[in-house]
């Protein structure tokens, strides 16, 4: 039924209605809504890594994995992804299944969900439409690899993922090893101050570098346990504000990441394969990834892979912190 239908004007658009409301809000997984509704630890975790960031088969054992990894953590993991053109926050194992080996599954950002949903379509969700949909969803914190930034080549071709300005109005705490070291830091850090996302440095004082354990680049904060994460995350609430993400940059453990004399060499190949295939838009982020991979055998994937676990076991104990 529409809601103050006497009220309506030109300039005032009318809400949803229910039958828009049923069949387009986001489906809380039960175990994820039950989990909420208790005050116990809830994870998001986002798809795009599993669908177009990671190779089948090995992306549907990872999926598993993550989620596993949540519950040994005594939290309540939550995949987030569109399927038929209903988004949900937390996916049975059909729907693992169904991210990590459809061909058709698409690429989604926030602005892509609204398009998706009424073309009944499917699609794995960025860090910005997971980050959206789990926040709407009463979720606090949530989990990836990199996040995605401005792009080396930005003074040619303005390429800046649309995660930096939705994580800048979206409350959530996100735990990530930085952004994809494919990207240009040092801007991408710039944009996050001036977009007022709070970054804290886990355990280190440098922001670290994805496949590298650190980027170089100086960090303003530094925490070193779970509880300072929450207190931080309790502050913001207290204050009220701001109404941006906080990050909790992670890094990867020096022992299992990407020689970094290997990691440029092969970065600014695949740099160029890219500039000569033309490839632009979504395509560029999953074409690095994998040029990466092939060109390190495997070495990339595995440094990737150890960043996105300890994130997703860190993510686990901060929500674990937040509840109490
Ligand atoms: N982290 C990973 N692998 C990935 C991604 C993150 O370890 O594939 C994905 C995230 O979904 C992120 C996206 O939002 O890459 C960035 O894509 P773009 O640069 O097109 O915004
Ligand atoms: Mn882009």
Known sequence: MPQNTSERTPEHTPGPTQDDTRRYAPVLSDEAGAAIAARRPVV??????????????????????????????????ATVA???????????KAGLERVAGDPAIRKLGHRDLAPALAAGTSG???????????????LRVFATGGLGGVHREWTRNQD?????RL??????????????SILDVPATLQRLETLGVGVLGYGTGYFPGFYLSSSGEPVDWTVRTPEEVAEVMRAR????????????????????????????????EALDACRERGIVGQAV???????????????????????????????ARIAAAAVR
């Open 44 to 77: 998001a975790l986002e798809s795009t890594i599993i669908a177009h960031g990671l190779p089948r088969p090995r992306n549907l054992q990872v999926a598993m994995e993550l989620e596993e990894l949540v519950r040994s953590e005594g939290a309540v993991p």
């Open 82 to 92: 569109v399927l038929d053109g209903r988004a949900h926050v937390g996916l049975d």
């Open 124 to 138: 794995a969700t960025t860090v910005s439409a997971t980050a959206f949909l789990a926040a709407r969803a009463g």
């Open 160 to 164: 800046e993922s649309a995660d930096l």
């Open 167 to 180: 994580l800048a109005r979206t409350g959530i705490t996100v735990v990530c090893a930085g952004v994809k």
């Open 237 to 268: 609430e207290a204050l009220g504000g701001p109404e941006s993400a906080l990050i909790v940059a992670n890094p990867v453990p020096e022992k299992d990441q990407l020689d970094p004399a290997t990691h440029d060499r092969v970065l600014a």
């Open 285 to 315: 982020t999953p074409f690095l990834l994998d040029q990466l991979m092939r060109r390190t055998e495997g070495a990339s994937l595995e440094a990737n892979l150890a960043a996105v676990r300890g994130n997703v076991r860190l993510a």
